[in-house]
Each structure stands twice: as C-alpha cells, then as structure tokens.
C-alpha cells in the first residue's frame, strides 16, 4: 500500500523556524499502523523524527498524536482506515501540551493534574491481615477505569482544557473516579468535595471528545457525570453546577422544556448581582442574533407525560 | 518502582532513573496475572516452590525460591492494600485462575492487564511517597571507583545534556533484553541496557543462554497473546484440527511449561503440520461474555493486531522470543559481585527461574526481590560515606565519546545493524540451537560489532535526539549478545528452554551447574556454580 504521511515538525534548535509539514511517500503493509510507517521513516528515511512509542500494542500509552486532527495511538490506528483515497495522513503532535519536538510534547501538566486529584488509595483505619473484601462486580466495573494507559489523548482533545488550563481534566478525574468508586477508600467525602470546587467535575462541557478519543474505552466524561452524581449524593449541591442542574431539573419538570431566562437566576441566586452581570453580555449577544428566549415562559403540551418521565426515571435510579 | 518504595520506607533518599516515563515501563505487558500461593486458600508455598523449580528443569536455585514463594503471599497482599483492583471471588475476596506449569490455581489477575494494573498503582505509591523521578535520563555508564559502583552518568533525554549523579548504591531494575531477537514480544525500550552495564563494570552475568520463547504471539509483529487464555481454556489446533498437545504433554495439554508447548509447536511446525509458519489459538469455545470481561485486552489485539476477533475464529500464533531467564548474577539480596550494584527484577538472575520461567512469576520476581534489594541497598546506603568523584572528568568522558560520535558521517545507522541483529539472533538462537549455527552467530557478531565501530548518527541536534539513544542501546545489545551466544555454546545439553539439537538430552552429571560469563581485560571470560539445591532433588520432567 502506497501513503503519504504528512508531519507535523518541529525543532525547538533551529531557531525561528516554526513547526511545517514534511511529507514522507512511503510503501507499507496492508495492516501497517501509522506508528509502522514512523518507525520507518525514522529507521529508513529520517533518524532526526522524534516520536514516543514502545509497546506496540496500545498498552504503555507513549504513542498518543493527533492523527487527521484527533487524537489516537499511533500504533493501534490502521493506516488503511485514516489515510485518504489519495493514501495521505497527517500526524501531529498531541494538543494542549506544550511541543519538545516533532511529535514529541511535555506531559508535566498532565501528570500534575493527576497528582492533584491524590491519586492513591486512602482507606480507612489498620490494614486487615488479608486482602480487603470488595464484591467482584465494583472491581470488574473500576477495572475498566484502570484500563487508562495515561496516554493524554483526552487531555490533547479537551475543549475545555483548550480555553482553560485550569480545568483539572478528563484523565485526572477519571482517575479521581477510580478512588471515589472504589470500595476500600475512605476518603470518597473529601475527595468529592474537593473536586466540586472550581476547576474539576462541574467545568466540564460534556462535548464527549475525550469519550471518542479514548483508545481503551475509558469514558473520562461518563466518570465525570459519575462524580457529580456522588457529589450531589453527598450533599456537595451548592455548587453553580450542581444548581445548575436543579435548575434545570426542576425547569424541564415544570413545564417540559427550560426556562432559559430563570435559569441563570436559579444557578447564581437573585441576588448574586455580579454573577447575573457576567451573564449580560451573554443575553445582549442572544438579543442581537434574535435568540432570545420568551420572556413569557410556557409549558409544552403534555407536560403531564414529561413529569410521568421524570418520576420513573427517578424511581429506577432508586432501584425501585 | 518497588526497590525504590523500599528503600524510601527504609529512610534512604531515593531517585529513580529512567529513560521512559515509569508507567511506560514494559512491566505494563505482563497480562495474565502474579502467582502466589495462599494458606487460605489451601494452598502452600511449598507447592508453588515445586512448581517452580520442576519449571526451571531444575536450574534455578532452591533456596531463593523457597524465599520468593514464601513471601509471594504477603506481597500480593501489600499490593492488594496499595490499592491494586484485583478479580475477587463470589465471596469479595481475590479469585484465581490457572496458569501453565502449575498444579493448581494460584494466579492472581487484572482482567488481562496485570502488569499494568500493578505498574500503575506502583507508579500511585511513588506519587504518594513524592519520589523523585529522572523521566527520560539515559544512564550511559556505571561508576566505579576501587571496586564500587558510586553512581551514574546520564542523559537527560529532552536537552541532550550529559549529567553525573552520585548513589552510595544503585539498583538496576532495568528489564530485559526482547530487543535482541527480532521478532520479539517484547516493547522497543528493552534493549537489554542494565545487564550490559553491569557486564561492562565487571559484574557476572548468568546462565544468559535460558532464553525463553512464549508459545503464543502473533507472526509478525511478535505480540504477545496471554497464556491467560490457555488458563482460561483455550486449546492450540494444527492445521488437521488436532489438539496436538496430547501427544506432548497429556496430563498438563496447552498447561504445560513454556518451554515445552513452543518446543512442540515448533516441531508440529517444522512437520509441516502448521499454516503458514502459525498453528492456531482456538478461544471460541470460552464463549464471548468471559472473553470480554477476562480476556479483553487480547479480545483488542486480535482485531487490531490480527484482524481476527477471537469470539469467532481462530488465531494463527507462532512461539515467539519473550522473556530472559538468565542476567546479573546476584544473590538473593539482590546484590552483585560489585559492591554497591544490586540488581533486580528481569535483567537480574538469583536464580528463580532457571532454565524456563513459569507464567505469572516474573511479576512476582520483580516485587519480591525488588523489596528486598531495595531494603538490603537502603541499609547499605545508611552505613557508608558518598565517595568523592570527579564529577566533571566522568562527564568530559561521555561529551568527549558523543562528540566522536557525532563526527562520524561515513558509517552505518544503528537501524540495519540491530535489524541485522535481531533477525540472525532468532534465526540462530531460536527454539531450537546447534553448535554450528550458534559459532556462525558468534561470527556474524564480530561482523555486526565491526560495523558498529563506525556506526553514525543521523540527527546532530541535542534535544530528544532519539537516534542518539538507539544507537548507545545497540552498543548494549551487543555486548548482550555476546554473552548469550557465549553461554549457549557453553551449555552441552538440553535444559529448560535451552533445547539443542546436537545435545538433546538433560546432563545432570555434567550439567547441574550455572553458566557464568565475566568480562575482562583480556575478553569474556566462561566460569560456572553449582545449582542449590534444597529438598527437591532432580527428576524428568513430564507434564
């Protein structure tokens, strides 16, 4: 099979040159993955192309680039699947991170975040003699959280971490996830408390970028709801986020739709005035694309039906 | 990552070397589980001990066994509370499955990502204890100063700078050497660095010739598919359909020792009773719910890797190039004949495994003798002075040694030599060796040495010249290899996964010894030791 693999470079040596595409023509296998194609241009063509890999096998997480403007690994991305009918592909370092060089970036922030969730079990008072006792299905379901290689390809796609490096992250809170979920840690309260304040489970957008990136089927944002659930649970409902979601419960409940213009108020408070403010320009902006909700808010026909809805949704979430 | 828990909870100040990020490590490729024996479970250490030494074909040495398979119960236990989410039972506690080699379940899993689950959580504890991590340093040599190791020189990887770092003791827990043989299981970044280190610095390296080859990985490629799926009751089919195995091993079938279902695959193979150099992984039988929730991660492989899912149809697997055996000669403190050099974990060999390692003690290996070397190398640290080095003549000599390098424009990249490499290595030091072929390695690999004298490097920059460091690996290599073709030569018999053509038979008259091979002034030089031997006295195998 006959692919162009278009690269991404950059050399932080040659000073003033920016990053530029370099195009590799190359003859591959079949089955080859774009990592195949770097290792050969990198053993066969180019020794100075800088890239992380080394399982091969999707396991030790090294390999994460955007490939075609997504994040992936390399190694378990088929070129067959990516590249065009003209056999191109582009590869580029992953996003958010800073670049070192070519396709490799510096992942400190992204294992600082990780740091900051306390990422190690906590339980609670002497170790028992044996293991602790926990049932197999909690296990089998923080298994498939364990599964994160720390590869950062959620962390390059994030769109929140885009605008806003603060935000502590899909993989850090996935991981925060694995400890608040597991049965034999103590410290689920302050944990979720922690989490609930600015920067962590509530500043999620809920794009589901990194759900699609996620190469071992990890869900980051799924953790994330999943968080905010426990938090909510456990009293953490005085978040904007949290009243956000009252807000906007009790709105669709009501009258089977949102009430657009009470739910800022709902969520900050009447009289939260510099929150309302902030949201001015956001309304002014709505008024002038002729977006603004009615001022006169009605319920949908049905409403009954909806609240049906709710009810037995509620239920089953009860178990009942 | 154990060593170095150790020693911080020991009081010593510790810093970890490595020149990947530490869960990047290959430990992450351990899929199907650790073994260990637990009282509670009716089980003893004293069985999981002769497990291991009737797997080692009687090579590895008793005393150190009986201490691995005695403390493997407590380990996985810390590991448990350390906060590892192992498979549980009906009863929530930790549930097992079988393994090859062993009469009874005793392996304890992570679905079929063990080593990545235990890697992690190791990596947590670090975090936790706010150990200090040199992420991608290239350690280029060991420093000796009147017989002691006292520390390292390095390369920080990302700026192309050479440092010096003082250690009253250092730990070389630095894996395998896969990379050698190609194809391989093994990640990219095992290239056999430490052992060949420790070679260089005078220490011993034994019974290098105990390669093993594990019975199912993917042509091609080399992946590696878990004996987790044989545990689980997956058959191995030649091209008539058969279960072959029962004509090898009737009682054990794919259970078996390593070293004995790679020896049969390869000898269905060579009778022509293979497809296309494979014989087949049947799991369909195992049903899609366990495949998916025991075995997902090879459920991914195959498809990915393969294009086979597993749930459906079979897949083609060959023996391929997997684990070492044989290392650094240590004892069961973990230290070498150098002073201040411990060693542990795959690149070390105490001897626990001896002549073919059992599936799902190599993770147990690497937590039960990196505790204790890093308890053993604390202790040490805390009774001896750091020695006064000359910090910036140890650095010179490296810059000096790069710029040579660099200079060179003539030669060879590293990338035919260790392809080159690879492929003699497993044409000739395969499943099956001879004398003939094993001299005409020990030739080529003058050749291939020669070659690397005027190796050059293609990328002349400094920051993550990953060029640079495949080229210093090869060098590594080499010096690997070396001493294995040395040894397996040496070795006149067939034991473990050392099968000869020439010497097919077991030798314990003449044989029931360690190969050892020491580099000195004048060239390797061969020594051997007798194998300890405790209560189990040598018997044939059968399985």
């Known amino acids: ?320 | 990552m154990r060593a170095a828990i150790a020693a911080h909870q020991s009081g010593a100040t510790v810093a970890i070397i490595s020149k990947v990020h530490p869960v990047r490590s290959h430990s992450n490729a351990a899929q199907g589980g650790i073994n260990a024996a637990l009282t509670d479970r009716g089980d003893t250490w004293e069985d999981h001990a002769f497990d291991t030494i009737k797997g080692s074909d009687y090579l590895g040495d008793q005393d150190a066994i009986e201490y691995m398979c005695s403390e493997a119960g407590s380990e996985l236990i810390s590991l448990e509370h350390m906060g590892v989410i192992f498979n549980r039972d009906d009863e929530g506690r930790l549930g097992t499955r079988a393994f090859g080699g062993q009469q009874r379940a005793r392996t304890f899993f992570v679905a079929d990502f063990t080593g990545q689950a235990i890697l992690h959580v190791l990596y947590e504890q670090l975090m936790k204890s706010d150990i200090r991590v040199y992420e991608e340093w290239f350690v280029l040599s060991l420093i000796i100063e009147d017989g002691a190791c006292c520390g390292v020189t390095a390369l920080e990887i990302s700026t192309g700078r050479v440092y010096v770092i003082r250690a009253k003791t250092v730990i070389l827990c630095t894996g395998g050497l896969g990379r050698l043989f190609e194809p391989s299981t093994n990640a990219l970044i095992v290239t056999g660095d430490g052992i060949a280190l420790a070679y260089q610095s005078g220490a011993p390296l034994m019974d290098m010739e105990m390669v093993q080859y594990h019975p199912t990985t993917l042509k091609g490629s080399g992946v590696l598919i878990t004996e987790g799926a044989r545990g689980e009751g997956a058959h191995l089919l030649n091209s008539d359909g058969e279960r072959f195995m029962e004509r090898y091993a009737p009682n054990m079938m794919e259970l078996a020792s390593r070293d004995v279902v790679s020896r049969s695959e390869q000898t269905e193979i060579a009778a022509g009773r293979g497809i296309d150099g494979c014989v087949l992984l049947d799991c369909r039988h195992l049903g899609e719910p366990l495949i998916r929730e025991r075995l997902s991660q090879i459920y991914e492989i195959g498809l990915d890797f393969a294009g086979v899912d597993i749930t459906r149809e079979p897949i083609p697997i060959r023996p391929g190039m997997h684990y070492l055996m044989g290392g650094i000669k240590t004892d069961m403190d973990g230290s070498t004949n150098v002073p201040g050099l411990y060693a542990a974990g795959e690149c070390a060999n105490v001897s626990v495994h001896g002549g073919n390692r059992l599936g799902a003690n190599s993770l147990l290996d690497t937590v039960v003798f990196g505790h204790r070397s890093g308890n053993h190398a604390a202790e040490v640290a805390r009774n001896i002075p750091y020695k006064d080095i000359n910090v910036a003549a140890y650095a010179a000599q490296e810059e000096n040694r790069f710029k040579d390098l660099f200079s060179r424009d003539d030669g060879e990249r590293w990338s035919q030599i260790r392809l080159d490499l690879g492929t003699e290595m497993d044409r000739r030091f395969g499943v099956y060796r001879d004398e003939a072929g094993m001299k005409a390695l020990l030739k080529d690999l003058e050749g291939f040495k020669e070659r690397y004298e005027r190796v050059s490097v293609q990328d002349k920059g400094r920051v993550f010249n990953t060029d640079l460091v495949f080229t210093l690996e090869l060098g590594f290599m080499l010096d690997c290899a070396e001493a294995i073709v040395l040894s397996g030569l040496d070795r006149k018999e067939s034991r473990g996964a050392h099968s000869r053509t020439d010497y097919p038979r077991r030798d314990d008259e003449n044989w029931l010894k360690h190969v050892l091979v020491t580099r000195a002034e004048d060239g390797p030089r061969l020594s051997h030791l007798p194998v300890t031997i405790t209560k189990w006295q040598p018997e044939e195998r059968k399985y």
């Open chain 1, 1 to 320: 099979m006959q692919v162009v693999v278009s690269v991404r470079r950059y050399n932080p040596e040659d000073r003033g040159t920016p990053s530029y595409w370099q195009e590799y023509g190359l003859e591959v296998e079949e089955n080859a993955s774009v990592l195949d194609s770097l290792i050969k241009i990198r053993e066969e063509v180019d020794g100075s192309l800088a890239l992380r890999c080394s399982c091969r096998s999707a396991i030790c997480g090294s390999c994460a680039m955007r490939i075609n403007g997504h994040a992936k690994l390399a190694c378990n991305t088929k070129l067959s699947d990516v590249a065009g009918e003209d056999g191109k592909v582009t590869v580029e370092p992953a996003g958010v991170m800073p670049v070192v060089k070519d396709l490799v970036v510096d992942q400190t922030m992204f294992w600082d975040k990780v740091r900051q969730v306390s990422p190690w079990l906590q339980p609670e008072g002497p170790e028992p003699e044996a293991e602790y006792l926990a049932p197999n299905s909690d296990m089998t379901h923080l298994a498939g959280v364990m599964a994160c290689i720390m590869c950062g390809a959620c962390v390059s796609d994030c769109t929140v971490l885009e605008m806003d490096e603060n935000f502590i992250g899909p993989a850090a809170l996935a991981k925060a996830y694995r400890f608040a979920a597991d049965p034999r840690d103590a410290e689920d309260r302050s944990r979720l408390a922690t989490l609930s304040e600015y920067s962590g489970i509530w500043d999620c957008t809920r794009c589901f970028e990194c759900v699609e990136v996620c190469p071992k089927g990890v869900a980051p944002m799924d953790r994330i709801m999943s968080l905010r659930d426990r938090a909510m649970e456990r009293g953490y409902d005085k978040t904007y986020g949290a009243r956000h979601t009252d807000a906007f419960e009790e709105s669709v409940t009501h009258s089977g739709r949102l009430d657009e213009l009470r739910l800022p108020i709902k969520t900050f408070g009447f009289f939260n005035l510099p929150a309302l403010m902030n949201m001015a320009p956001v309304g002014l902006r709505a008024l002038l694309r002729g977006k603004m909700p009615p001022i006169f808010h009605r319920s949908v026909p049905g409403v009954k039906k909806v609240r049906q809805l709710v009810k037995s949704v509620k239920a089953q979430q009860r178990g009942e």
